[in-house]
């Protein structure tokens, strides 16, 4: 692999054994740039992504070789804005996120080609959950339920097994920091729900994969203010 010098990847998708791509963040090196790298048995290969400086790639998925969706965030005035951008192919274009504007997307799940669900949250305090689906042309934003016990409410990843079930993990917690709780929302029927989570204590999920439309996997973090790592399991 061509070196980057001091690139940051947050994100990888694999279709197979023999073709992944990841995804990360600019260096001064690049000048404002995003690597995108593919990885094609053998050895990984740059792609180089034309995005405004300081721009971000915090989640990628390729439901084929031919078509890939990555999302993250880019400068804009005084607030990030959501930076989505779709692979067809040949090469990487921008598809505006509508309402877009001081929101931060942070993962991406796609169930085929003409549909994907990605997650993030508002960058004005207090946070807001974040939700955008994608159908081939264009985003749409979906109403996300928050913790009304909490103040601030982040989405950190996402996966959908099918188009029309997905499970969103992340956490809430309070202006001051002082407490945290795991975030857990669930696709269905068209309509986003908070899922009730049985952990006590301070918690963030970092992490989400479901095998199917009946069993999920999370990862994350708990305890304040030294954290320790956890897993847990579920049914949405």
């Known amino acids: 692999m061509h070196s980057l010098g001091d690139t940051l990847l947050y994100a990888v998708t694999c279709v197979s054994r023999a073709w992944c791509k990841a995804a990360g963040s600019e260096t001064n090196i690049l000048k404002g740039r995003l690597p995108i790298l593919t990885w094609d048995r053998e050895r990984w290969g740059t792609t180089i992504d034309d995005a405004p400086p300081n721009a971000v790639i915090t989640g990628i998925d390729c439901p084929t070789e031919h078509v890939c969706v990555a999302v993250g965030s880019k400068p804009s005035q005084n607030e990030p804005a959501s930076l989505a951008q779709v692979w067809e192919g040949d090469r990487w274009r921008e598809i505006p996120v509508r309402h877009g504007a001081a929101t931060e997307l942070s993962a991406v799940d796609c169930v085929t080609r003409v549909h994907c669900v990605a997650v993030g949250n508002t960058?004005?305090?207090?946070?807001?959950?974040?939700?955008?689906e994608w159908d081939g042309g264009s985003w749409t934003g979906m109403k996300s339920p928050d913790?009304?016990?909490?103040?601030?409410?982040l989405l950190h990843s996402v996966s959908c097994p099918t188009a029309g079930r997905c499970v969103a993990v992340g956490w809430a917690e309070d202006p001051a920091q002082a407490h945290e709780a795991p975030l857990i929302e669930s696709l269905h029927a068209g309509r986003w729900v908070m899922?009730?989570?049985p952990r006590t204590g301070d918690a963030r999920l970092w992490g989400v994969w479901c095998a199917g439309t009946g069993h999920c996997r999370a990862t994350g973090d708990r305890g304040l203010p030294t954290y320790r790592t956890f897993a847990e399991s579920g049914s949405p």
């Open 147 to 153: 913790n009304p016990r909490l103040t601030d409410n």
């Open 123 to 132: 960058t004005s305090v207090p946070y807001r959950s974040f939700i955008e």
């Open 195 to 197: 899922i009730s989570n």
